[in-house]
C-alpha cells in the first residue's frame, strides 16, 4: 500500500470511527461525514489520474455534487434541529415523537 493510500483510507476511517464513536452533537456528526466524502473526493480524483482517462473523470465531479447536496440537507436539519429543540445534542432528539 502506498503512503498515498494509506492517508486517504486512514482518513476515511478516522471519519468513519469519528462519526461511529463521537456522537454526540449533530454538527459533529456532519463534519465527520463532510470528512468522509472529502477522503474519497480526493482518492477518486487520484485514481482518475493515474489511469489518465477522460471517461473515469466525471465520477469525482459527480460525488463532489452530491457531497454538497449533502451538506446542504445536513444544515438545513441542523438548523430546523435548533430552532425546535433548542440545542443540536442527538441525545435530546426522539425520532418517534412529531
Request: net charge negative; glycine share 6%; proline share 2%.
Amino acid at each position: 500500500m502506498t503512503p498515498v493510500h494509506f492517508s486517504f483510507s486512514s482518513a476515511f476511517i478516522l471519519g468513519l470511527m469519528g462519526l461511529a464513536f463521537h456522537r454526540t452533537h449533530l454538527l459533529s456528526a456532519l463534519l465527520c461525514l463532510e470528512g468522509m466524502m472529502l477522503s474519497l473526493f480526493i482518492a477518486l480524483a487520484l485514481w482518475a489520474l493515474q489511469f489518465e482517462s477522460t471517461s473515469f473523470s466525471t465520477a469525482p465531479m459527480l460525488l463532489l455534487a452530491f457531497s454538497a447536496c449533502e451538506a446542504s440537507a445536513g444544515l438545513a436539519l441542523l438548523v430546523a434541529t435548533a430552532r425546535t429543540h433548542g440545542t443540536d445534542r442527538l441525545q435530546n432528539l426522539n425520532l418517534l415523537q412529531c
